[in-house]
């Protein structure tokens, strides 16, 4: 059983895949929330100037 675990711990044959998958994903996960955040900031951005627009509208 000591030489099977012993086998396990020498093998990095898959190592560098999970390292890739791992990039890939904080990768991703820094890019949805940084696309939540600019998203959540020009959906104000539109509504403050569709507010300004009508407000405008209404005075001529």
């Not at 959906?43 to 569709?50: C, I, R």
């Amino acid at each position: 059983m000591k030489t099977i675990f012993a086998r396990l711990m020498k093998d990095e044959s898959g190592a560098t895949a999970i390292e890739y998958g791992l990039i890939a994903a904080l990768i991703s996960v820094a890019l949805i929330t940084g696309a939540t955040t600019l998203g959540g900031q020009l959906n104000t951005l539109f509504v403050d100037l569709g507010t300004k627009m009508t407000t405008a509208e209404g005075k001529y």
